[in-house]
Every structure is written in C-alpha cells, then in structure tokens.
C-alpha cells in the first residue's frame, strides 16, 4: 500500500509547520487512519539550522500543541530539499511566501503538489503568523481548519478511505 505523502511547510520549521505536522498525525490518528500517511514538516530558510543540527519546535508552540494533548516531541527543524518534490504528494505553505521560496528551491510545480494549507478550507488564506504577535492559539485554529479541510478534500476524492 503507498502512502499519502504530505510535507508541511514554513520559514523556520519551528512554530507553524510542526503545529501543522502534529495536528495532522494527531487527527489522522484519531480517525484510525494513521498507517495511510507519512506527515512532515520543513523550513524554507536555515535559519533554525546550526551546523546541520536543527532547534526544536519553539516553547510557546509546544506548550500550544501540549494544551491539546500533542506532543511535539524529538522533532527538530529540517530544510526542504529538491528531493522531497519526489518524495511527497502534497507540499503545502503556511503563508504565500513560502510557496514562492518553496519554488525556488524544488524548482517548477510540474505535478501541482505546491499548496497552500488554507486552500483547502473554505476561506482561502495564509494561517496567522505567530512570530511578531505571540498569538499560538490563532495559528493552532488555522491549523486544524486547514488540516481539516484538506482530509475532507482527501475524503470526498477517495483518496483516502
Ligand atoms: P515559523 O516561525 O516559520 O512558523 O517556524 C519562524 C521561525 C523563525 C523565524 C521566523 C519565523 N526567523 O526569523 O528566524
């Protein structure tokens, strides 16, 4: 059986794509559907990266999940590499600039994998940016409107059972 391969995507990969990362195994999980999917996360940038070793999620998106019952743990920031265009079904951004920076690194969307995850809501947007606010709990709303928008999606196209 192949999997359904989905790769999250944001600047650092550690507040907004990990949020979406574990929301997305906890509800795969939940509906008994967990063995169908490989969920990740990665960054566009470096800039949690030091030496080839990445910082794990960021506390205030830690404690963010852990208020759900989600645990985050072990997971440390990684960057997209030209590969995972191969290696995943779904590529999706948090934000439109990460599609771009997406891009310019997988290099052109032949297969049209490269998302936004509000896409698939019915309000198309970015999912709120924490970083300047501080506000973990709107970026965790987005995140579960996305997440679930986009398993309706996968449901209604019998992509998943
Ligand atoms: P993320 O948050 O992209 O949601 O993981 C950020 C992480 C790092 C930076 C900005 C946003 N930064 O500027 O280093």
Known sequence: MSYIRVLFVCLGNICR????????????SKRGIADKFYIASAATSTEEIWNGIGNPVYPPARKELAKHGISCEGKRA???????????D???GMEQRNIRNILRIVGMDSEGKVKLLLD???DPRDIADPWYTGDFESTYRDVVEGCE???RYLEKNKLVQ
């Open 17 to 28: 794509s990990p949020i979406a990362e574990f929301v997305m195994k906890d509800m795969v």
């Open 120 to 122: 698939y809501s019915d």
């Open 90 to 92: 779904y590529i999706l």
């Open 78 to 88: 990684v960057q997209i590499t030209k590969a995972d265009y191969g290696k995943y």
């Open 149 to 151: 928008g986009f398993l």
